[in-house]
């Protein structure tokens, strides 16, 4: 099936996700519901929403004193929208779940030369450069519920003192779906507040839309270049049957030069013939680029320039700029690079750390809020 790991040992699948299955849940029908209403009037235009987090957490950086720091990045970037805007601005993690990664190519070169399986997030296998580390293995789907315990528990900490409107939610790509259905509660995908389906898995009639269909959450689909207007039409009417407010999510990450001409008739035709949605930019997705024989980067110019086109559009097309969706973190990393210099030598990048695509560090992140409030 597309994108889900060759687990192998599938007597040890199997036991994991009948344990699953008999996991309370991780999140409450109560509190996807909040998450929904918050949604449903941002999708009403009077409301922002701000989605971000590491591309692939780690089970390794799950400590509280780690969760917390991504949780005020979270919360200080929705409240500058807040306070830039005086709008009501949801946070929501890419975070206590964010563990599995679709992969482009199933296999990957490492340092010394070795082809080795490509890393699929902390859920199936290890980012190590020893080929063994690479194996998928189901026993990782457990600690994947583990530490997405541990990590709701900081977050339900960090409501105290604020009012629900301001709470700190979580969400994840609904990738695995060894994860994902074992996980269902009721009605409700119980992983996580709120799930999106990836740029790779989103075919209408596939496996990944037919579950986030089945569940009542909020859901979000991402949006990449080869979509047609009819195709995203087509997905939200098939996610949103009933036109439920707060219900879909698009998150559009056409690239910085692509959007200007696609994000038109896509935004149109959805409002002409589609169900209502929430419209987000991801500005990481479509403007990931390698700097001579260095690895993935992004450009800040060409991320603040998707932000750009994406509010003009969607002003032109009467349409809510509802917020962003960005690949970001509280260390001092340097992934997404500052000045691009495409004819001199792979930039310096001293402090590259992510497991998977490279996030804007605080003040990039800040910098990229603080284009898109000032078009506003
Ligand atoms: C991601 O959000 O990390 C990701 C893989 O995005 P996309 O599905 O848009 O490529
Ligand atoms: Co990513």
Not at 132 to 157: I, K, M, N, S, W
Not at 188 to 208: C, K, L, N, V
Request: aromatic share 4%; net charge positive.
């Amino acid at each position: 099936m597309i994108q889900q790991p060759d687990w192998g040992d599938l007597a040890l699948l199997d036991r994991v996700t009948s344990t699953l299955s008999s996991m309370p849940p991780l999140v409450t029908a109560a509190e996807c519901d909040r998450l929904s209403e918050a949604v449903a009037r941002v999708g009403r235009g009077d409301g922002f929403l701000l989605q971000g987090g590491d591309c692939a957490e780690r089970f390794c950086e799950s400590s509280p004193a780690e969760v917390r720091a991504k949780l005020a990045q979270l919360y200080g970037l929705a409240g500058a929208i807040r306070s830039a805007t005086g709008c009501a601005t949801v946070p929501l993690g890419r975070l206590a779940g964010q563990y599995g990664k679709p992969r482009s190519a199933s296999h990957e070169r490492i340092a010394d030369g070795t082809v080795v399986p490509s890393y699929r997030g902390d859920a199936v296998n290890s980012p190590a450069d020893d080929p063994g580390a690479r194996d998928p293995d189901p026993a990782r789907l457990l600690r994947a519920h583990e530490c997405a315990q541990r990590v709701l528990r900081v977050v339900r900490d960090s409501w105290a003192g604020r009012p629900p409107v301001e709470r700190a939610y979580v969400s994840h790509e609904a990738l695995l779906l060894d994860y994902e259905r074992p996980l269902v509660r009721g009605d409700y995908a119980a992983s996580a507040h709120s799930i999106w389906i990836g740029e790779r898995t989103r075919q209408p009639d596939g496996p990944h839309a037919a579950f986030a269909g089945s569940v009542a959450n909020t859901v979000g689909v991402k949006l990449g270049p080869s979509t047609t207007p009819a195709q995203a039409v087509r997905l939200s009417r098939l996610l949103n049957p009933d036109g439920r407010a707060g219900r879909l999510v698009l998150i559009v990450r056409l690239g910085s030069t692509r959007v200007r001409s696609l994000l038109p008739d896509i935004v149109g035709e959805v409002s002409r013939r589609g169900r209502p949605v929430v419209w987000l930019c991801d500005p990481m997705h479509g403007n990931t680029t390698k700097m001579g024989a260095g690895p993935k980067t992004r450009p800040m110019e060409a991320i603040l320039e998707e932000v750009v086109a994406f509010v003009r559009v969607m002003r032109a097309q009467r349409a809510h700029p509802a917020g962003l969706h960005l690949e970001m973190t509280p260390e001092d990393v340097t992934e997404c690079i500052t000045t691009p210099r495409p004819f001199c030598p792979a930039p310096e990048l001293p402090r590259y750390r992510t497991a998977c695509d490279p996030r804007l560090n605080s003040a990039q992140a800040a910098e990229v809020v603080d284009r898109f409030v000032s078009l506003l």
